[in-house]
Nanobody, 115 residues
């Protein structure tokens, strides 16, 4: 069974930075795809960025140039560096992975961006 655990959320002022972490209980080489998603208050969950097993990244237009996904394969970790945060980046951020035919989700970490 795969478990994903996010950390690093918190309260930050607009223009600030945060780095989210996602710890996997399995070797991340085994995932066909991983990614970060978020759910703003009162809205549906949306894709932030995904990465294929080959390393190809696909960022949502709203975060391009501000957010960066990285991985540490040796530690089975995935990160999301968020710079230039905006109020509209507020939400619960989820780590997700495609494990065979199953999508696995973490429990989420809350990011709040204040004016």
């Amino acid at each position: 069974q795969v478990q994903l655990v996010e950390s690093g959320g918190g309260l930050v002022q607009a223009g600030g930075s945060l780095r989210l972490s996602c710890a996997s209980s399995q070797n991340i080489f085994n995932f066909k795809k991983m990614g970060w998603y978020r759910q703003p208050p009162g809205k549906q969950r949306e894709r932030v960025v995904t990465v294929t097993a080959g390393g190809s990244r696909d960022y949502a237009d709203s975060v391009k140039g501000r957010f960066t996904l990285s991985r540490d394969n040796a530690k089975n970790m995935m990160y999301l560096q968020m710079n230039g945060l905006k109020i509209e980046d507020t939400g619960v951020y989820y780590c997700a992975a495609a494990w065979g035919s199953v999508d696995v989700w973490g429990q989420g970490t809350l990011v709040t961006v204040s004016p």
